[in-house]
């Protein structure tokens, strides 16, 4: 029966099931949120009113069909029975974003050093996602953003719909008043975590809020901007101009050239990218399901390894013997000596890139190649010990044997019948 068995007839700040599960890395929620591990998955559970969780539950949903970085959404629980408040009488059921981590995470993590720049294009991205397909989001801010390493970047998920609404486009003055409302809250989360010392030195509070308009027009502009250009240099910079765009992580939609006295007037209708060709390349190439920019690293190793096999060789080979090849003599041998007790610090595939990172230093360092093997045992002895654990899937099937032996132990003293 899954979740059905959960005590929903109960307010969920009171619930003493042993199937709820503490998340050190959660952000902070004006409602009562609890996370549950069933079925080796794990769920954040939202109690809110019946009204709210619909209205949520379909803007997220939307935001999954137009491949939106947010959470995952799975139902909504009402009709609970009992006697709750009409205000907080259903739950909003989501998925946990695996290896994802909240901006006090990050702040306070003495690994990452200062990571406000990284983390504000993030979550401006993300904003300009939302506005080009319609979503005015109405309480932007880090407190409803999750962030996931993706090969050293950081991509910012929308976690809280709450306030959203979806219109067929937005008005420039909805998209300044949500920047603006952007700009206050950042502002004060990031004065917050300079009262708690949480805030690195020489990151100012104040500064880093003010730069998120100038941030959100420069992306804004180079997304929506039109162009003039002389007939001799149109196919060039219009090449150009996409190359950027895709760069960006967005994609050409339309693209029009309307004559003008000066020359072409270049206008580009942009929406969100699909998912990568990249993460679909490798997926085809080795099974691995990874993030976008990942991705692209592992390719770029496959092909510089494809390069190594064809010296030694003396002859082609072709990219998918190259592909499996280093799947299972380059990839998996790294990934399965990650020491058990740091497994679940970082996904696989971010540990690799890092990897390869380290390595590169290494032999920077000692003027030769030091090799993968080399370069992974000093990571997992001098770099990996230093991430903060995440809570992933692994834990969650942990917490589910917890849960059968709690169980068991209870039948066996005869707590339970």
């Known amino acids: 029966m899954g979740l059905l068995t959960l005590p929903w007839a109960e307010p969920l700040q009171s619930w003493t099931d042993s199937r709820l599960v503490e998340v050190r890395q959660r952000g902070i929620s004006r409602h009562v949120v609890r996370f549950v591990a069933e079925g080796g998955c794990l769920y954040a559970l939202k109690q809110i009113s019946e009204a709210l ?24 629980v009402v009709d609970r029975g009992g006697h709750l408040d009409p205000a907080t009488d259903a739950v909003l059921v989501t998925t946990f974003l695996e290896y994802s981590t909240s901006y006090r995470s990050l702040f306070s993590n003495p690994r990452a050093g200062p990571e406000s720049d990284k983390l504000i294009d993030a979550l401006v991205q993300l904003l300009v996602r939302l506005h080009l397909t319609g979503f005015y989001w109405g309480d932007c801010s880090l407190s409803n953003t999750l ?30 008043y949500d920047v603006e409302l952007a700009r206050e ?32 027009r420069a992306l804004w502009d180079e997304l929506a901007q039109e162009e003039v250009l002389r007939p001799e240099e149109q196919r060039y910079r219009v090449a150009d101009r996409l190359r950027r765009i895709n760069e960006l992580g967005f994609d050409a939609d339309e693209v029009e050239l309307i004559s003008s006295g000066a020359g072409y007037r270049l206008r580009v209708q942009t929406r969100v990218a699909e998912p990568g060709q990249h993460k679909q390349r490798l997926f085809m190439r080795t099974g691995l399901d990874v993030q976008e920019n990942q991705a692209r690293r592992l390719l ?40 058990p007790s740091l497994r679940g610090r970082l996904a696989p595939a971010e540990i690799f890139h890092e990897i390869l990172l380290h390595r590169w230093y290494l ?17 997992y002895r001098s770099v990996l010990p230093d991430v903060p654990e995440q809570f992933t899937s692994r834990d969650v099937a942990s917490a589910s044997e917890r849960r059968i032996r709690e169980t068991s132990e209870a039948r066996d003293r005869g707590d339970v019948v």
């Open 53 to 76: 969780a619909e209205r949520e539950h379909r803007l997220l949903r939307l935001l999954e069909e137009r491949h939106i970085p947010a959470v995952g959404v799975r139902g909504v």
């Open 363 to 379: 032999s920077e360092t000692a003027g030769h190649d030091v090799g993968a093997s080399a370069a992974a045992q000093s990571y």
């Open 185 to 216: 809250n950042v502002g004060g989360e990031l004065m917050d975590l300079r009262a708690g010392d949480l805030l690195p030195e020489g990151v100012d509070p104040i500064e880093v809020a003010d730069s998120i308009p100038r941030r959100y």
């Open 147 to 176: 962030f996931r390493l993706d090969a050293g970047a950081l991509e910012a998920y929308l976690v809280d719909a709450e306030t959203s609404e979806h219109h067929e486009s937005l008005s420039d003055g909805q998209r300044t």
């Open 300 to 339: 770029n190793d496959i092909a510089s390894f494809r390069g190594y096999l064809e010296q030694k060789s003396a002859h082609p080979v072709p990219e998918s013997v190259a592909a499996n090849r280093w799947l299972s003599e380059v990839y998996d041998p790294v990934v399965n000596a990650i020491p």
